[in-house]
């Protein structure tokens, strides 16, 4: 497994998002099946640890012994989970169930806007990290569903005058220790622009 930091011994949802879409692009342009079987190894130890059976969502982190820690419903690490398994399950097919059933779940916890909060289901925070992620991963499974006008109006309230995305809660400091403070951030920005341009006109 590819570890978060080199030497942790925790397992965190994180990773999945960071490195599996590299490695599926990766496999894209090499054909090399020795990549994605690292992509599947990653994958198939958090479902088969660190993912919950009967919701599908994720635990923020598992231990050495193979314990769910952290935060069940903590959004980002969600998000971070969900671009994991949309990019392998691109590729693969092999994960319809859990992509399914994650989706079914967190349906159900949105806010009235359509939206995500911090902590879905726990919390009123809108938190554009956890929307962003979510909508751009669930465009894999729902492909071309939503228009970039649709897109654009469920965040027109948190978009400033210059374009900037708010409302991104702060860097997390580690399991059950996260942010209180909200802004604006990159990656929420980076992941709207994503799911714009897979969006139709």
């Known amino acids: 497994l590819v570890e978060y930091r080199k ?14 879409p590299f490695l599926v692009e ?19 130890y958090y479902i088969k640890f660190g993912v919950d059976k ?24 969600i998000g971070w989970y969900l671009l994991g398994l949309a990019k392998i399950n691109e590729i693969t097919n092999d ?4 992509f399914v059933g994650i989706y079914k779940s967190l349906e159900q916890l949105k806010t009235e806007e359509n939206l995500y909060t911090q902590f879905p ?11 962003t992620m979510f909508l751009y991963s669930f465009s894999y499974l729902r492909e071309n569903n939503y228009s970039r006008k649709f897109i654009l109006n469920l965040f027109s309230k948190y978009i400033s005058d210059d374009g900037s995305l708010m409302n991104t809660s702060g860097d997390t400091y580690w399991l ?3 942010s209180e403070s909200f802004g604006y951030s990159e990656l929420s920005q980076g992941m ?7 969006s139709k006109q």
């Open 7 to 20: 030497g942790q011994k925790e397992v965190l949802d994180d990773t999945l998002g960071m490195i599996i």
């Open 192 to 198: 709207l622009l994503l799911l714009l341009s897979r």
């Open 26 to 44: 990766y496999f894209k342009l090499t054909s090399k099946p020795e990549i994605l079987d690292i992509a599947r190894r990653q994958m198939d």
């Open 176 to 178: 059950n220790k996260y």
């Open 54 to 77: 009967d919701t599908f969502i994720p635990s923020h982190g598992i231990t050495a012994s193979n314990i769910k820690v952290g935060s069940i419903n903590w959004g980002r690490g």
């Open 121 to 131: 289901g726990s919390s009123d925070l809108f938190d554009a990290s956890t929307s």
């Open 95 to 98: 994960y319809k169930k859990e």
